[in-house]
């Protein structure tokens, strides 16, 4: 597939410091392939605030401006080809707006901020690292042109915090808003999250250090050497049908892998007839049941559908994943290829209230999740269920040395709380995208129970949002965290819960130590990386 794209294209919208890990992860991927140094776009990244107002709260819309700056400034110096900032205009999606302008198309301060780095860095390649040895100081990027240089300070703070930094004569300091900043002795007090130092090159070499894995990726990017890219006449198209089996990033989750059927189409973009001798990749454990004819013509600016069958029951046993590859005989087409994932259920039982519940345990490297970085697990945690018939009731117990929960209920995600996901689920029933998604947290505001995802949207078309029948019991003591949270089934569209109800759940424990999401121990997925309730696992009234 690589040979017939002129450029890697992904969102971002995790944290600044993470963006260099991604790049790094996606790199060393593309390496396998010969791409490693293949153009990077970002086509969208960004950092939005919650809906409702017309414009931004201030304090959400600092942390926007700082974010979508800081992570503008790390895709230039990790080599990124092109970034852009999601989005200009005022924009509501579900439980956040990603707009730079408010409602009355005013530019708030994210998008000043964002107007004034590209002035900042514009023109300017990366340098290096300004050596610092403040711990406040979380990145400190240098670009320069000629003797021209600014150093890019990001403390990730929405407050002001001051610094200190290696360079004392000949520099100016510059707010986030491009105000200007008062530099005694090197100290400087950054407001806003982002400051720039500009200077001299020549008087920041000697704190500058050129050696660092930014670098490594900057210098890689731009050793790319353009090649022409493969034009084939007939181009391998997945059908649209494939969208009925659940999916994520990884691939189709199959319900019967003994009898799997699927079309692909072979498009002809050429202006005359085309031969196809289509060949499907032989695998062990795959029996192919059906397939089309050997040798196919395709008339000019048309397309056939080839439609297989296959048994892939066998080839699970070895592994979680399937890949099918379809090529060309004859050279006409690049290959396509479709990974297909076998469904690995676990269950548990939720108990009647008043009985002695059973606690699972969820901890281990095999159930933590890194967010956008390869930070290791430092959390351990376990749960228990109980039901009645209006409510189902989660307690957790987390082991986590620190506390740290500074988000609103919409975003609470971020920090250290709980999301349980939820699908009712009968009998012979076709497999449904429908399912409520909660998150639960000690906010500053109070504990909160926030709906996220929906079974069904309600009349006028609002998301849910907090819940007012639905609670959160929260404790906190010595690096041990509690949570009994208390879902009233009505407040979310679910149906009452009976003896062998059987529900869809997945839950995850998110960890923060104070400088934004670190990852999650999970029990089921499908909730963060992809919103799949193919993912869930499934909880059982007994």
């Known amino acids: 597939m690589f040979d017939d794209c002129d450029y890697f294209s992904y969102h971002n919208y995790g944290q600044p410091e993470k963006l260099e890990f991604q790049t790094a992860a996606f790199r060393e991927r593309l390496k396998q392939f010969g791409k490693e140094a293949m153009p990077f776009i970002i086509s969208e990244c960004g950092k939005p605030w919650g809906v409702g107002p017309a414009r931004a709260p201030i304090s959400e819309d600092i942390t926007s401006a700082m974010e979508i700056v800081g992570k503008a400034v790390e895709a230039k110096a990790s080599g990124i080809f092109m970034h852009f900032a999601f989005v200009y205009c005022y ?10 302008m408010d409602k009355y198309k005013s530019p708030m301060r ?13 023109n300017k390649d990366y340098a290096g690292d300004l050596k610092c040895s403040d711990s406040a100081i979380r990145l400190a990027r ?14 990730g703070e929405n407050k002001p915090v001051s610094i200190n930094i290696p360079l004392k004569n000949n520099i100016e300091a510059f707010q986030i808003d491009g105000t200007k900043a008062a530099v005694t002795n090197g100290q400087i007090t950054v407001n806003g999250g982002v400051l ?9 070499e000697s704190s500058l250090n050129r050696n660092t894995k930014t670098m490594e990726l900057f210098r890689t990017a731009k050793s790319w050497k353009p090649v022409e890219r493969k034009a084939l006449p007939l181009v391998f198209q997945p059908d ?25 189409y072979a498009n002809n973009l050429s202006d005359k007839e085309m031969s196809l001798k289509a060949e499907l990749n032989p695998l062990d454990g795959v029996k192919i049941l059906a397939q089309p004819d050997s040798e196919l013509k395709i008339q000019a600016v048309s397309r056939i559908a080839l439609n297989y069958q296959l048994d892939i029951s066998q080839a699970f046993k070895n592994s979680d994943s399937v890949k099918i590859k379809i090529s060309d005989k004859n050279g006409n087409a690049s290959p396509i290829v479709l990974t297909f994932l076998k469904r690995n259920v676990r269950k548990a039982n939720a108990v009647q209230a008043g009985q002695e519940g059973k606690w699972l345990d969820f901890s281990g490297d095999e159930n933590w999740a890194p967010w956008g970085g390869n930070d290791k697990t430092e959390i351990k945690a376990k749960f228990r269920s109980f039901w009645t018939k209006e409510t189902l009731r989660i307690e957790v117990d987390v082991e986590d040395a ?13 920090g250290d709380s709980v999301q349980i996901a939820i699908q009712p689920l009968k009998d012979g029933e076709v497999f449904s995208r429908k ?21 069904v949207k309600n009349k006028n078309k609002k998301p849910i949002g907090l819940l007012s029948k639905s609670a959160l019991e929260f404790s906190v003591s010595k690096g041990k965290m509690k949570y009994i949270i208390t879902l009233n089934l009505s407040e979310l569209g679910l149906p009452e819960l009976k003896e062998g109800s059987r529900l ?22 499908g909730i963060a990386k992809s919103k799949n309730p193919a993912e869930f696992n499934e909880l059982n009234m007994k």
């Open 91 to 100: 924009y509501e999606e579900n439980q956040n707006n990603f707009g730079r």
């Open 402 to 414: 620190i506390f740290s929960q500074k988000y609103p209920a919409a975003s609470s995600w971020q």
């Open 240 to 264: 649209r049908t494939l969208a009925n089996f659940p999916y994520d990033v990884k691939g189709y989750f199959i319900m019967e892998p003994e009898k799997l059927s699927f079309t692909v």
């Open 196 to 204: 720039y130092i500009r200077g001299s090159l020549q008087e920041m």
């Open 435 to 455: 399912f409520v998604e909660i998150c639960a947290a000690m906010t500053e505001d109070g504990p909160a129970v926030f709906c996220h995802h929906e079974l």
């Open 142 to 155: 240098v670009f320069s042109s000629g003797d021209k240089a600014v150093a890019v300070i990001y403390t």
């Open 110 to 122: 994210s998008m000043g901020a964002y107007v004034n780095c590209v002035k900042e860095i514009a």
């Open 504 to 525: 869809g759940f997945s839950l995850l424990v998110n960890n923060n130590d104070g400088r934004g999401r670190k990852g999650y121990l999970h029990w089921g997925d």
